[in-house]
Structures are given as structure tokens and as C-alpha cells.
């Protein structure tokens, strides 16, 4: 069975850092496309990264530079490291298996993270 | 970047009725277009790619429809479980994988 488990999540200051994971099972994350969606408080979605399985890595203009896409084939996880918080980066995080085209098929259930002081 | 609006923002409906919710691309995305479900406290679900390919295990009242730049997802007979926010989302380019601003189905 297909499954995505986001952790990480968690309150933290602005200007802070935080590393989200996706751990996958029923797939092996290295072969597929993935991708991180956001979703602020009572707000809509938005696309924040995605990583090819050949490594490459895209973000949104939003994270360009904050955030990194990344992933741990031996722990078949995902990841996003999120440096230099912002109160706007406030939001539920998905990771969702992408497919080649590029929409999301499976997702995770998601983890909030805050940012405030 | 490619925008994405969508009309309209809120729908009231009751059970029975058809449904339409329409989709407009800044520029052609020619069929790159999926349709997604959210639930209140849940992850969306894919319903549509390819902007009128149905996702195995979706009910066939839901079907998708357009190219180009105008979209509309059509729901033939509304049912109970079938009130919740829509989404469509672009995938012509990663540049990026832009999202709408959804539409809201509540009941009437």
C-alpha cells in the first residue's frame, strides 16, 4: 500500500530553520517524481518544489534560495529544509508523489508548520 | 509564470444538480491541466489530468473537459460527498506548477 508520512512540522521563530521528511513506503521515492504543496491557514494551494527522479530540483519564486529539496534513497524519504522562516511561510505542508507530467496522484496528510515569535 | 483563476469562487448547490466550474490559463497550457478535491482538515485528491483523463476509482459523474486556456470540470449529479473545495492546477511547465484559487461547493 502507498503511503506518505509527513513529520517535522512545528512552531518556530522567524528567521529560523526547520527540515520537514516524507517517509514513503509501497514505492521507492528515488524512482518517482515528488513534490512539497503548501497550504496557508484558510487559504488555497501552492506549489512549493518539486524534484525529478535524475535529481533535478525546481521551486516557487516564494522559496527560491530559503528552502531545498532534497531526499535520503536508503531511508526512501523526502525532505525540505527550510531556512530563513518568514510569518508567510506559515502553513499545512504536503508531500505528494508527482508523476512525469507533472500532477500530484498520491499525497501525504500533511504538517503544519508556524512561524511566529 | 502561467496564472490561473477560476470561477466561480463559490457555488450553492443542491443534491441532484450539475455543476460546472471553470478553469482560465494566462496562456496555453494545451491539455497539462488536473482537477483536485479538498475536504475540510484533508489532503486534496486527484479527480482529472490531462484536463479530461479521469483518476482510476473517481466516480464517473466527475469529468473534465478544454484545451488551450479555458477548463471546466463538471459534476453531472451532485451527491452528499461531493460538497468541498475544487482545485485546478497547471502542469504545462515547471515554471511553476501553478495552482487556482479554488471554488467552494456548499449546499444551498
Known amino acids: 500500500e502507498v503511503q506518505l508520512v509527513e513529520s517535522g512540522g512545528g512552531l518556530i521563530q522567524p528567521g529560523g530553520s526547520l527540515r520537514l521528511s516524507c517517509a514513503a513506503s509501497?514505492?521507492?521515492?528515488?524512482?518517482?517524481?515528488m513534490s512539497w504543496v503548501r497550504q496557508a491557514p484558510g487559504k488555497g494551494l501552492e506549489w512549493v518544489s518539486v524534484i525529478y527522479s535524475g535529481g533535478s530540483t525546481y521551486y516557487a519564486d516564494s522559496v527560491k534560495g530559503r528552502f531545498t529539496i532534497s531526499r535520503d534513497n536508503s531511508k526512501n524519504t523526502l525532505y525540505l529544509q527550510m531556512n530563513s522562516l518568514r510569518a508567510e511561510d506559515t502553513a499545512v505542508y504536503y508531500c505528494?508523489?508527482?508523476?512525469?507530467?507533472?500532477?500530484?496522484?498520491?499525497w501525504g496528510q500533511g504538517t503544519l508548520v508556524t512561524v511566529s515569535s | 509564470d502561467i496564472q490561473m483563476t477560476q470561477s466561480p469562487s463559490t457555488l450553492s448547490a443542491s443534491v441532484g444538480d450539475r455543476v460546472t466550474i471553470t478553469c482560465r490559463a494566462s496562456?496555453?497550457?494545451?491539455?497539462?491541466l488536473a482537477w483536485y478535491q479538498q475536504k475540510p482538515g484533508k489532503a486534496p485528491k486527484l479527480l482529472i489530468y490531462?484536463?479530461?483523463s479521469l483518476e482510476s476509482g473517481v466516480p464517473s459523474r466527475f469529468s473534465g473537459s478544454g484545451s488551450g486556456t479555458e477548463f471546466t470540470l463538471t459534476i453531472s449529479s451532485l451527491q452528499p460527498d461531493d460538497f468541498a473545495t475544487y482545485y485546478c492546477?497547471?502542469?504545462?511547465?515547471?515554471?511553476?506548477?501553478?495552482f487556482g484559487p479554488g471554488t467552494k461547493v456548499d449546499i444551498k
Open positions: 505528494a508523489r508527482t508523476s512525469r507530467d507533472g500532477y500530484n496522484y498520491y
Open positions: 490531462k484536463a479530461s
Open positions: 492546477q497547471q502542469y504545462n511547465s515547471y515554471s511553476p506548477f501553478t
Open positions: 496562456q496555453s497550457i494545451s491539455s497539462w
Open positions: 509501497g514505492f521507492t521515492v528515488s524512482s518517482n517524481y
